[in-house]
């Protein structure tokens, strides 16, 4: 098993930052702001999803999440190191030996030419393991995501669900602190990607990894405690399971879990704004972009401007 107390300080919380983080992509003609200053904190040890529209900075926050690429403006901070302070070098150091990665192609998760076995123990390079201990290891990973029979096995040879079991045993060879997983079962049937949902819940609660799923299906989303919701760049919405559920969740199917497992929150930022979504303001006549605001009963209460 991973000991993750020996590298953490357990009192650095929270375990991730978020803070004002803007992604600007720049080419020859355009400007893209992929996060327009999202705000958002992890605790250690949390398993939350992460959804939103196609476009709407997902995958940026993952890469800058993982390491991969660094925010134009705002602090990324992770296991109380800033990341957006670290050199190059310091950011392939970061990403070998803290943060495990599983894509939703499996050939990026995977090398073709080399089996099971062989993929697992290439991403222990880092380790400092040696070979004996680095075989012991990925046979333990191997075990783990139940796929101790196809440890010889070419990633062609392998269903779709199968690979990216393998993935997942290559993503926590190095025995990060955090995986993440871009859609990780974008690519797998509803079955398999139920399973890998179950694996990815059993990481969590048996090595305290702290996990981040961007996923598209709201089934699998909501078998976590947290949901974040993008849009635009931003956090706008989050759910969190209530805690009827979060108790029996291991027993429930996803299938079971309807709108009724998480209460949703809308999330102020900094400013102090909120964002409404489109059936909000189609339902209270909103349709200019004045409002009236007033406090009644402590309540905030917006409202049409010709209302
Ligand atoms: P999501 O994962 O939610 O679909 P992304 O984070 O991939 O969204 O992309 C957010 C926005 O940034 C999109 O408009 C996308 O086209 C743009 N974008 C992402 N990566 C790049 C890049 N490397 N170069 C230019 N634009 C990019
Ligand atoms: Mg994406």
């Not at 222990?124 to 046979?139: D, L």
């Not at 291991?250 to 489109?278: F, T």
Request: hydrophobic share 40%; aromatic share 4%; with cysteine.
């Amino acid at each position: 098993m991973l000991k993750q107390s020996e590298t953490i300080d357990e009192n650095k919380n929270p375990f991730i930052v978020c803070d004002g983080l803007v992604k600007i992509f720049k080419t020859d003609e355009i400007e893209v702001m992929a996060l327009q200053g999202l705000d958002m904190e992890i605790e250690q040890g949390e398993m939350l999803s992460v959804i939103g529209k196609s476009g709407s900075g997902k995958s940026t926050l993952m890469n800058i999440i993982g390491g991969l690429e660094k925010p134009s403006a705002g602090k990324i901070i992770v296991d109380g190191k800033n990341l957006s302070d670290m050199t190059e070098k310091e950011m392939v150091l970061y990403r070998k030996k803290k943060v495990g990665f599983v894509w939703q192609k499996s050939e990026r998760n995977l090398f073709p030419y080399l089996t099971s076995i062989e993929n697992i123990e290439a991403a222990m390079n880092f380790t400092g393991m040696s070979a004996k201990e680095k075989k012991e290891w990925a046979m333990e990973l191997l075990e783990m995501v139940g796929m101790s029979h196809r440890k010889d096995s070419y990633p062609r040879k392998m269903s779709g669900g199968e690979q990216q079991r393998i993935a997942i045993a290559v993503a926590l060879a190095n025995k990060p602190v955090i995986l993440l997983a871009d859609e990780p079962t974008g690519a797998v049937d509803s079955k398999t990607s139920n399973m890998i949902q179950d694996l990815f819940r059993k990481l969590n609660r048996e090595m305290g990894i702290t996990i981040i799923i961007v996923t598209h299906d709201m089934k699998l989303a909501n078998k976590v405690d947290r949901v974040v919701m993008i849009s635009d760049g931003k956090i706008s919405t989050e759910k969190i399971m209530k805690d009827k559920y979060r108790e029996q969740i291991d027993s429930i199917e996803s299938e079971e879990l309807g709108d009724d497992s998480h209460e949703e929150y809308a999330v102020m930022d900094k400013a102090r704004r909120v964002q409404l979504n489109e059936e909000m303001l189609r339902e209270a006549g909103i349709d200019t972009n004045k409002v009236k605001v007033k406090v009644e009963d402590g309540r905030v209460i917006i409202e049409a401007e010709n209302k």
